[in-house]
């Protein structure tokens, strides 16, 4: 499938100003890179580099045509291929869309559900797995939906993509067809990545996955396409959240049916299973776009902090008080010391709990 427009229209990021990790004695940029991968200009003695402390995708990697798409095979998985592309976190939402509609011909959902939370090897409750098997895709088969996930084999996505295969394996060939897994995974923590790279497209590239440990994150071959989402960071989190957000707000507001000619607006819901600190930026950030959660609580440090959160008496000012301002304050003292005391609770590993106590209560 002739797909040499791609390059021209969708982006890496690449970094191109080395900041220096402290921790490795010179050797290791904070984009998580060896100096000697960087160009002679990122190292360059300049005064930016020299004054810059804390690295940013934004002002220290630059966009270049991207060198990784097409279609990918997992070796010893059969032939089924999977739709992947690698894309600056910068890229407009709605191109990525109609790439997935229009050229990879995914259907058009009727719904799109966002699975997030836990992460690397964290553990999920054998209740959440029955959830996602029993619930979630049955759901996802009814309606016609594209199942957003992590896209590795590791903690949530996992289980999602382990449930998906489940269905499919006892599921008719339409049935298949209604549940769309789509992995939205950072680029840079992609175990042998390397394998998709070719500037004119692979159709297809054979990828080798190998069991999973700490230090390896392969994709999960239950996933019908890929987006990999590229910061110009290696081996770090966090890097497609952005993209993600803008991308599940986009599609909130396009129209089921062919070519969106239904009549009403496809649904978007994220649910948020377990997860780290970092969790709770990406749920603010959806929700300023409106976006819906279901929290799973019980289920992990993220998912349990929102639950105590929303019950605490405190989490909603009583209207009788809301015109009284010495009244308000000493109610969001009380409330700020008794944030402090759950996310001590539920993150007491994280290095900045105040930071973190501020940034919840803001």
């Known amino acids: 499938m002739a797909q040499s427009w791609i390059p021209k229209v969708i982006k890496k990021r690449v970094c191109t100003t080395f900041v220096e990790d402290t921790s490795s004695n010179g050797a290791r940029c904070q984009c998580g890179c060896p100096r000697e991968i960087h160009d002679s200009t990122a190292t360059g003695d300049n005064f930016e580099a ?8 934004q002002q220290h990697s630059s966009e270049y045509p991207t060198d990784a798409f097409g279609e990918l095979e997992f070796a010893g998985a059969g032939r089924r291929l999977s739709h992947f592309l ?3 976190c910068d890229t407009p939402p709605q191109v990525i869309y109609n790439l997935m509609t229009d050229h990879w011909g995914l259907p058009i959902p009727n719904l799109v559900v966002s699975v997030v939370g836990g992460v690397g090897h964290e553990k999920i409750e054998p209740w959440v797995r029955n959830i996602l098997r029993k619930g979630l895709v049955r759901a996802a088969q009814s309606t016609g939906a594209w199942i957003l996930t992590g896209g590795l084999r590791e903690s949530v ?3 999602v993509g382990e449930a998906v295969r489940d269905h499919g394996a006892v599921a008719s060939a339409v ?9 939205v995974a950072p680029w840079g923590l992609v175990h042998n990545r390397q394998q998709l790279v070719n500037p004119q497209g692979s159709f297809p590239a054979r990828y ?9 994150r392969c994709l999960d071959n239950s996933c019908q396409a ?19 957000a803008n991308l599940e707000d986009f599609i909130s507001h396009q129209r089921t049916g062919i070519r969106g000619s239904g009549n009403i607006e496809i649904p978007v819901l994220c649910i948020l299973i377990s997860g780290k600190a970092c969790m709770l930026e990406r749920l603010d950030m959806s929700l300023k776009k409106t976006t819906p959660w279901l929290v799973f609580p019980g289920s992990g440090p993220a998912a349990d902090f929102i639950r105590d959160l929303l019950d605490d008496p405190l989490a909603e000012i009583p209207s009788s008080l809301a015109a ?8 969001n003292t009380e409330f700020c010391e008794r944030v402090y005391e759950k996310v001590r609770k539920h993150f007491s590993a994280e290095a900045d709990l105040e930071k973190l106590v501020d940034s919840v209560s803001s």
């Open 208 to 216: 080798y996955a190998q069991k999973a440990t700490n230090d390896i």
């Open 86 to 88: 690698r894309l600056s």
């Open 226 to 244: 890929f987006l990999l989402v590229d910061n110009g960071s290696v081996d770090q989190q966090g890097g497609e959240t952005i993209f993600q």
């Open 324 to 331: 009284d301002a010495v009244a308000v304050k000493g109610v």
């Open 50 to 57: 020299m004054t810059v402390t804390k690295w940013d995708s």
């Open 157 to 159: 996505s996992r289980c």
């Open 175 to 183: 049935s298949q067809k209604k549940v769309i897994a789509i992995g």
